[in-house]
């Protein structure tokens, strides 16, 4: 049943989608990566009932030795600013810095080189309790963007996200995703903005979780899924040109737009979970070739293709899949809780429709799920979000820049709303 019978409930149900994203997100933080859950529940006392601070060391990261080589003398020449890591880029190999930290073992869950104990620091190391991520913190550059202008407009977009990223200060997690890293790899040499978005086909993880989290923001200007759609995949190819991404928003964005007019939450997850065909390999099946390979980046490239583009001849049963399996048997075996969305998708519409689309269940069984639980939670954050007319308080104003936050959801939804925003 739809509730229109109020122009509010629109509006309600518009914020608490965005609440949901950063709820999603600071909920999730503290676990990110971890992909033993197990070393959730050790570390954090039975598991993450509230806010926490990430805590260091982090048993699994492999952050250190990322890497980052833009085209120094390039951008010098061309005047582009090149440097994005600034205070965090003793973590990285850089074309213009030293890594202060070396890596000599092995990790067991992924296979992934890493540091000794005592410098395997968090990705998200020296945040608060409740702040948000770097990821998170682009979707407030998107809604500023939009707030600043009084519509979206790309270009308006893309010049704040090169500003925040190369502005000293801007930015305190530590943890840059790969595309934004190659985004200012082929920035640096002099490509044109809107060209510097690399290809899924040439680094396999530019079809990740990140790539939908600000597409599916930006969809919700529009008065329809139809035209939400269309929006949503200009925004994507800005910083991620994936064909994974790109299907996953075919089913996201129409979702978002049928909970959003407050369609029954069960049904429409499970009707939509029908259009979704899952990989044929299975999360058990992708970590331990992980660990065969000492790394996924040692995987040859059309295996990596091949795992990632293969998918089921049957659509997802989602309601027969929660009669039939536990929990653990879904998260890490059935489906892997890395970046991908040909996993993360049907993980998350696994945690939305178990869990009766309740806001805070559904957001902690996401955060205590590990692995890639930070961007699929704000994807999760922004569905329960719209499902519901009400957020708990506290996890409002748990979030260290409630004030903050509340100012420019207030004014996005406003340009959303107006019917003038595209």
């Given at each position: 049943?739809?509730?229109?019978?109020?122009?509010?409930?629109?509006?309600?149900?518009?914020?608490n989608?965005?609440?949901?994203?950063?709820?999603?997100?600071?909920?999730?933080?503290?676990?990110?990566?971890?992909?033993?859950?197990?070393?959730?529940?050790?570390?954090?006392?039975?598991?993450?009932?509230?806010?926490?601070a990430p805590?260091?060391?982090?048993?699994?990261?492999?952050?250190?030795?990322?890497?980052?080589?833009?085209?120094?003398?390039?951008?010098?020449?061309?005047?582009?600013?090149?440097?994005?890591?600034?205070?965090?880029?003793?973590?990285?190999?850089?074309?213009?810095?030293?890594?202060?930290?070396?890596?000599?073992?092995?990790?067991?869950?992924?296979?992934?080189?890493?540091?000794?104990?005592?410098?395997?620091?968090?990705?998200?190391?020296?945040?608060?309790?409740?702040?948000?991520?770097?990821?998170?913190?682009?979707v407030?550059?998107?809604?500023?963007?939009?707030?600043?202008?009084?519509?979206?407009?790309?270009?308006?977009?893309?010049q704040?996200?090169?500003?925040?990223?190369?502005?000293?200060?801007?930015?305190?997690?530590?943890?840059?995703?790969?595309?934004?890293?190659?985004?200012?790899?082929?920035?640096?040499?002099?490509?044109?903005?809107?060209?510097?978005?690399?290809?899924?086909?040439?680094?396999?993880?530019?079809g990740?979780?990140?790539?939908?989290?600000?597409?599916?923001?930006?969809?919700?200007?529009?008065?329809?899924?139809?035209?939400?759609?269309?929006?949503?995949?200009?925004?994507?190819?800005?910083?991620?040109?994936?064909?994974?991404?790109?299907?996953?928003?075919?089913?996201?964005?129409?979702?978002?737009?049928?909970?959003?007019?407050?369609?029954?939450?069960?049904?429409?997850?499970?009707?939509?979970?029908?259009?979704?065909?899952?990989?044929?390999?299975?999360?058990?099946?992708?970590?331990?070739?992980?660990?065969?390979?000492?790394?996924?980046?040692?995987?040859?490239?059309?295996?990596?293709?091949?795992?990632?583009?293969?998918?089921?001849?049957?659509?997802?049963?989602?309601?027969?899949?929660?009669?039939?399996?536990?929990?653990?048997?879904?998260?890490?075996?059935?489906?892997?809780?890395?970046?991908?969305?040909?996993?993360?998708?049907?993980?998350?519409?696994?945690?939305?429709?178990?869990?009766?689309?309740?806001?805070?269940?559904?957001?902690?069984?996401?955060?205590?799920s590990?692995?890639?639980?930070?961007?699929?939670?704000?994807?999760?954050?922004?569905?329960?979000?719209?499902?519901?007319m009400?957020?708990?308080?506290?996890?409002?104003?748990?979030?260290?820049?409630?004030?903050?936050?509340?100012?420019?959801?207030?004014?996005?939804?406003d340009?959303?709303?107006?019917?003038?925003?595209?």
């Amino acid at each position: 049943m739809k509730d229109n019978s109020l122009p509010t409930a629109s509006r309600v149900r518009l914020q608490n989608s965005l609440w949901g994203l950063f709820i999603g997100d600071a909920l999730a933080m503290p676990a990110h990566w971890y992909y033993r859950v197990e070393n959730i529940r050790e570390i954090f006392d039975g598991g993450i009932r509230n806010y926490s601070a990430p805590p260091h060391p982090h048993l699994e990261s492999f952050m250190v030795g990322m890497a980052y080589h833009p085209d120094v003398e390039a951008a010098k020449r061309l005047g582009r600013p090149f440097d994005i890591l600034h205070e965090h880029a003793r973590f990285y190999h850089t074309s213009y810095s030293a890594l202060a930290i070396r890596s000599t073992e092995r990790e067991k869950a992924h296979g992934n080189a890493v540091p000794g104990l005592a410098d395997r620091y968090h990705y998200h190391y020296g945040l608060e309790a409740g702040e948000n991520t770097l990821a998170a913190q682009l979707v407030r550059v998107l809604m500023r963007s939009v707030i600043r202008s009084g519509r979206y407009e790309p270009s308006t977009f893309i010049q704040d996200f090169i500003a925040h990223m190369t502005t000293p200060g801007k930015n305190r997690d530590p943890y840059c995703e790969i595309y934004i890293r190659r985004w200012f790899e082929n920035y640096s040499t002099g490509l044109p903005s809107y060209y510097c978005a690399e290809l899924q086909r040439n680094v396999w993880s530019i079809g990740s979780h990140g790539g939908v989290i600000r597409p599916l923001i930006i969809s919700m200007i529009a008065t329809s899924s139809y035209q939400g759609l269309g929006l949503a995949i200009e925004h994507q190819n800005l910083t991620h040109r994936s064909e994974n991404v790109t299907s996953a928003l075919g089913v996201l964005v129409p979702l978002l737009h049928d909970l959003l007019v407050g369609d029954d939450p069960n049904k429409t997850v499970s009707d939509y979970a029908r259009h979704v065909y899952p990989p044929q390999v299975t999360g058990k099946q992708l970590f331990q070739s992980y660990r065969d390979h000492q790394g996924p980046g040692n995987i040859p490239r059309r295996t990596m293709w091949d795992f990632h583009t293969h998918l089921a001849d049957e659509p997802y049963e989602l309601d027969r899949l929660i009669t039939e399996k536990s929990g653990s048997e879904v998260v890490n075996n059935l489906f892997a809780t890395a970046c991908y969305p040909e996993h993360g998708l049907p993980l998350l519409l696994y945690f939305l429709r178990s869990h009766n689309a309740r806001v805070e269940s559904t957001l902690l069984a996401n955060a205590n799920s590990g692995g890639d639980n930070v961007h699929r939670g704000m994807i999760l954050g922004l569905l329960v979000g719209a499902a519901n007319m009400e957020i708990p308080v506290h996890l409002k104003q748990g979030l260290t820049a409630f004030d903050e936050l509340q100012i420019e959801i207030d004014s996005f939804c406003d340009i959303a709303l107006s019917g003038k925003a595209i």
